[in-house]
């Protein structure tokens, strides 16, 4: 005997395999082998860093420095973090003694750009334009620097300055000349992202966790064990996920474009799954105190060559910038979402969701403190609405849903680490069935816990290397419905501009 189960369990169950797709976090674009790719959100100068040994004025290239200073500027930078981490301990070291050479300020904000930390590298990069406003390498660093905190504006007004210069070498012109195209407000830019991962999963099927089940019938309780095949199923799988971002600026207004295409491949045709998701989000006024967000998006799920769901979401909120003190670097919001869902192969579970929504994001910067972490982001959601069944026959009827959801992004050195905890509570209005504890109302409790450790790794340019593990619980009032999943993951994750 089989047994449907609702939809919110199989997709909460799918829900554990996903990646979160990142809002992004500005990453210095140094050099081909520099540390970490470049955020999408704060796009950098490709291979910036190493353009202070680009200088072709012979009042500037060939600049002897001052013999109290012991530290001579070498290009190109070291690829690795570590190299660059001990090349910056090597310049503080010095710098008492090179407080008035600009060649060596120059070097030790490119080497931090090359670690990602654009906020300290423009101190530095300051200092050297201060002592020597010629360097055109330092230009151009420092309009990277500018752009790694978010001053767009201010770092394409000192590219157009830079670029009506006529002692620039033909390679600096020509990076020059990309990165105008690449910082014009109009045009739409974009970067891919690819990861492939292989790991273990205690539940590739999406099982209940029971072994048997007790049937309740007019002649009385019956209770059967569960066949071998619908029990948890553990094993190992590879993923592969292939993603689109893109950010079209139109005046004040801001278009965010989202694709992404993941597949999960096992050894069993019945647990493989894919997945399509695409999102549109536009920004009223991004840099506004108070500003609207809408979005839309798509999900496509086929699990074991069986298409699962098709549902459409939509929502709209209001923004507005948080008061003095820390919370000025949140931005809270609300506002009203709506989602339907339509399972092919089970019309009967079709349902419309409404509810609201209240967030908050969260961002700090400490890469200038001494040993402190650089870049953080804190995201909050709360949710809470009403599912409502488009059959009256739908198991349970309508349901009401809240959630939680918190996640963590944080950088230190080299390495980032992201966590995200969810909890949702699920309550349906009827009996779910007069077979299951003699129609029972079904309530749905769940927690997922997800952790992912990355770095940048050192053979392949703009690539991470990371580790992930997720573990999902779910309680319910009906055996039927209560679940348990661990995965680990570990893999590699390109960006491609």
Known sequence: ??????????????????????????????????????????????????????????????TVLPKVCPIQPVYPLPGAPAELEQLINKLDASAPLCLG?????????????????????????????????????AQLDYASALMGVGDTRSARELLLQLGNRQDLSPGLRQMLDKELVATDPDVLRSRWLLTTAAGMDSNLNNAPSATELTLTFPQG????????????????????????????PQGNQLWLFQADLRARHTGEAETRYQQADVAA????????????????????????????????????????????????????????????RAYPSSNTLDGRYLGVLTAVVCTTDMAEAP?????????????????????VERPGANFTRAELRASWEGRYASYKLNSDYGYS???????????????LKRSIKRHTLRAELSRPFGAWPYADWFVSAEISVQHSNLEAFKSRQTAFYSGIRWSIQ
Not at 294 to 299: C, D, K, L, P, S
Not at 425 to 430: C, E, I
């Open 281 to 340: 989000t536009w920004l009223q006024a991004q840099d506004a105190p108070r500003q609207w967000v809408a979005r839309v998006g798509a999900t496509q799920v086929v699990f074991g060559g069986q298409p699962l769901l098709k549902s459409f979401r939509a929502s709209m909120l209001h923004q507005w910038q948080g008061s003095e003190g820390w919370s000025s670097q949140c931005r809270p919001s609300s506002g009203l979402e709506f989602e339907n």
């Open 101 to 137: 050479d600009a060649q060596f300020h120059a070097w030790r904000g490119a080497a931090l750009l090359g670690l990602g930390r654009p906020a300290p590298a423009i101190e530095s990069l300051e200092r050297a334009l201060l002592i020597n406003p010629d360097l055109p390498g």
């Open 371 to 391: 040993g402190a972490p650089g870049s953080q982001l804190v995201n909050l959601q709360v949710r809470a609405g009403t599912d409502r069944a488009n059959a």
């Open 1 to 62: 005997m089989t047994f449907q189960l609702d939809p919110p369990g199989i997709y909460g169950w799918l829900a554990g395999f996903g990646f979160v797709v990142c809002t992004a976090v500005g990453s210095a674009h140094a050099q081909a082998a520099a540390a970490s790719p470049p955020s999408f959100t704060a796009p950098k100068l490709n291979a910036v860093s190493n353009s202070t040994a680009l200088v072709t004025d012979p009042a500037t290239a060939g």
């Open 425 to 439: 509570l699920q309550s349906d209005a009827a009996g779910y069935s007069p077979l299951l504890a003699d129609n």
């Open 221 to 248: 309780a019956l209770t059967l064990p569960l066949l071998e095949s619908s029990r948890p199923r553990r094993g190992l799988a590879a993923l592969g996920i292939v993603q689109w971002q893109g950010l079209k």
